[in-house]
Each structure stands twice: as structure tokens, then as C-alpha cells.
């Protein structure tokens, strides 16, 4: 069984660029979620895709959208590079719409660095 | 507002000492809790969760934690850590909407 796989796994843009970010889910998996984790921070929700429809997002402006496509791995865009924007993004992949209760499997992380 | 607390956001302790990482949730959040540890440069594992039934959950790793309905806690505990276990550890639960909301992590040094 394959696990969440992202891509790439570190990144260095300059502001005002733009930049897309990649995660392959686990096998069997139909939804897949995004965070955002600051350097010494907590995950922060960014959105969640169930069967290619955009489910739920957190606090992020519009320049941050995403993807997903009818394999399950998703894309993750940001538009408009902020130096705030520098952080590590993690990809998470679960079986259910709503994961209430249905335990997310994280990916690596893509490191991203805005200069 | 819905929200994860974690009340320590480093603890250094000794090898084979115990260890207590404490959590508090807000009574809007669902009461589903979770302990995930994350290692450096790596994504996040989860330890154990807390969905219903018995208040003292068992995790991987020999961690353990307890449910407090009362104190609104989820604390982590390990009688006796190993130079491994450093790391940095989070504590989450999803809001209505599902989606997980984390504390601000707390990291777990230990010390030989």
C-alpha cells in the first residue's frame, strides 16, 4: 500500500510568483486535504477535495486554490507569492467525506521558501 | 470559538523520565481528539485518538492519553521516554465541519 506522496519536497519562489504543489493520496483514499504549517505553528486548514469538488475551507484568500482530479491527487496553487506564504504544506488523505472520525494519513510535506 | 490548546510549547526532560503534554479543547470543537507527533523534516504520524468509550486511550510508541470531560483535557503521557521520542507533538480534533484544528504543538526534547 502506497502513502500520501508530495511533490516537490522543497521549493524556493520569489514574491509575486506563482507556484503549484502536488500530492498523490493513498490508495483507496477519496478525500484529500490541505494544510499550511508556519515554522513553529500548528497545522492550519486550507481546504478538503472529496471526488473532485472542493468541501470546506479555512481562513485563506482566494489566491490559494486547488484541484483534484478523478485519480484523487490533488494540486495545490498559490498565486501572488507572499513572503507569509513561506512555509511547510502538508498534504492528507482520508476515505470519507466529513473525516469526523476517519484518521488522515499526512504526506512528507513540501517545504516552500518565498524571498 | 473552536480551539486546541496546548499549554507548553517545549518540555525538556530527561531520558527514561516520565512525561505529561498537556491539551485542552474548547466544548465547541467535536470530541474526537487526536495526538500526532511529528519528526523533523518528516509529515505527521498519527499516536492515538479518542473517538468514544474508554477515557484512557493507548497509543503507539507506549504513549497513552486521557480523556477528561470535565477539565476539557486530552494530555499525553509516557511513563518513560527514549531519546527518540524527541520530537514536536500535536494535538487536534476536527470542528462541525470536520476538519481538523490543531494546537500550536508543544516539543518534546529529550535529554540523556
Known amino acids: 500500500e502506497t502513502g500520501v506522496t508530495q511533490s516537490p519536497t522543497h521549493l524556493i519562489k520569489t514574491r509575486g510568483q506563482q507556484v503549484t504543489l502536488r500530492c498523490s493520496s493513498q490508495?483507496?483514499?477519496?478525500?484529500v486535504s490541505w494544510y499550511q504549517q508556519a515554522l513553529g505553528q500548528g497545522p492550519q486548514f486550507i481546504f478538503q477535495y472529496y471526488r473532485e469538488e472542493e468541501n470546506g475551507r479555512g481562513n485563506f484568500p482566494p489566491r490559494f486554490s486547488g484541484l483534484q482530479f478523478p485519480n484523487y491527487s490533488s494540486e495545490l496553487n498559490v498565486n501572488a507569492l507572499e513572503l507569509d506564504d513561506s512555509a511547510l504544506y502538508l498534504c492528507?488523505?482520508?476515505?470519507?467525506?466529513?473525516?469526523?472520525?476517519?484518521?488522515?494519513?499526512f504526506g512528507p510535506g513540501t517545504r516552500l521558501t518565498v524571498l | 470559538a473552536q480551539s486546541v490548546t496546548q499549554l507548553d510549547s517545549q518540555v525538556p526532560v530527561f531520558e527514561e523520565a516520565p512525561v505529561e503534554l498537556r491539551c485542552n479543547y474548547s466544548s465547541s470543537v467535536s470530541v474526537y481528539l487526536f495526538w500526532y507527533v511529528q519528526y523533523p523534516n518528516q509529515g505527521l504520524q498519527l499516536l492515538l485518538k479518542?473517538?468514544?468509550?474508554?477515557?484512557l486511550v493507548k497509543g503507539i510508541n507506549g504513549f497513552e492519553a486521557e480523556f477528561n470531560k470535565s477539565q476539557t483535557s486530552f494530555h499525553l503521557r509516557k511513563p518513560s521516554v527514549h531519546i527518540s521520542d524527541t520530537a514536536e507533538y500535536f494535538c487536534a480534533a476536527p470542528n462541525q465541519g470536520g476538519k481538523l484544528i490543531f494546537g500550536q504543538g508543544t516539543e518534546l526534547s529529550v535529554k540523556p
Open positions: 492528507a488523505s482520508s476515505s470519507q467525506y466529513s473525516t469526523l472520525y476517519n484518521e488522515q494519513f
Open positions: 490508495s483507496g483514499h477519496n478525500t
Open positions: 479518542y473517538l468514544s468509550g474508554s477515557t
